[in-house]
């Protein structure tokens, strides 16, 4: 199936690189973390663990193992946001 990107679409798009950029230059050890994870940790039943503290002291945290349509779904964001 082919897919038509319209301008609106494409704006879009921009103005997530430009997010994307300032995020990496906010926070550049968090893209090397990434590139680590993504070379030696993806793959079928990887553990994924997340914890949120909010300034105020609100917890929050989840897990979830990676299944074959998770992986699908990581590279087809990291192809989309490749530079």
Known sequence: MEY???FSQL??????KKHLDLFRSN???????LGAVTREALEEGTLLEMSVT???G???ETNL??????????RVI??????
């Open 58 to 60: 609100k917890h929050f």
């Open 65 to 74: 193992k990676l299944k074959p349509e998770d992986l699908e779904f990581i």
């Open 4 to 6: 038509i990107m319209n």
């Open 11 to 16: 704006g879009k798009f921009q103005e997530l």
């Open 27 to 33: 926070h550049p050890k968090f893209p090397l973390f």
């Open 54 to 56: 909010t300034p105020e």
């Open 78 to 83: 990291q192809s989309m946001t490749k530079q």
